[in-house]
């Protein structure tokens, strides 16, 4: 029972490249969620998919895209990376909007 | 917008201690309120989800309240153990698009 797994864990960066963090979910889920972890600013929501077919941006998308690919998979691209987004990414899904919520175990990603 | 507060920041016991752990939010139109462990280096781990229309809920050692008029929600943890050391988080789910504003979160220590 895996519930909701991102690649890669870890990732450096160069300034200026791109990479694609990949989710996936075996729940079942609609709605799924990409967020950051900052020390001393919590978690902040990046982007958001209600159900498959759907994205929105949350609080801080700039610099991010995302794909919501099909129910299961939904990926957040960073076109060109700088390194104010290093940080740590959270993927996370749930049944419906204000339903429990269940996170990955993180992809630590750093830019230099 | 929804501010989510946590205190304490940090909190240290001997172990068999009961404890409180206590998060704040400033918008009391909430969906939900989840409470969350973080291990170092981990992702979020889902403790307890208490809907708006609820007063509490319990699993295991675990107990959590909500009192929606008064903006507050309680962690009590009874007889701490070192494997309770962990970041607590707690995130209050509202708005149009029922989006989790989390806290800071409470670093737990249980000392043998």
């Known amino acids: 029972n895996a519930g909701v797994t991102q690649t890669p864990k870890f990732q450096v960066l160069k300034t200026g490249q791109s990479m694609t963090l990949q989710c996936a979910q075996d729940?079942?889920?609609?709605?799924m969620y990409w967020y950051r972890q900052d020390p001393g600013m919590g978690l902040r929501l990046i982007y958001y998919s209600a159900s498959e077919g759907t994205t929105d941006k949350g609080e801080v998308p700039n610099g991010y895209n995302v794909s919501r690919l099909n129910k299961r998979e939904f990926s957040l691209r960073l076109e060109s990376a700088a390194p104010s987004q290093t940080s740590v990414y959270f993927c996370a899904s749930s049944e419906g909007y204000g339903t429990e919520a269940f996170f990955g175990q993180g992809t630590r990603l750093t830019v230099v | 917008k929804q501010e989510v507060t946590q205190i304490p920041a940090a909190l240290s016991v001997p172990e068999g201690e009961n404890l409180v752990l206590n998060c704040s939010f400033t918008?009391?139109?909430?969906?939900?309120l989840q409470w969350f462990r973080q291990d170092p280096g981990k992702g979020l781990t889902s403790l307890l989800l208490?809907?708006?229309?609820?007063r509490e809920q319990t699993s295991g050692r675990l107990n959590a309240s909500l009192d929606k008029s008064s903006g507050r929600s309680t962690l009590y943890i009874a007889a701490s153990q070192p494997g309770d050391s962990a970041t607590y988080l707690c995130a209050a789910s509202g708005g149009s698009n029922y989006k989790l504003t989390f806290g800071k979160g409470t670093l737990l220590t249980v000392n043998p």
């Open positions: 918008d009391s139109a909430i969906y939900n």
């Open positions: 208490i809907q708006s229309s609820q």
């Open positions: 729940m079942n889920h609609n709605s």
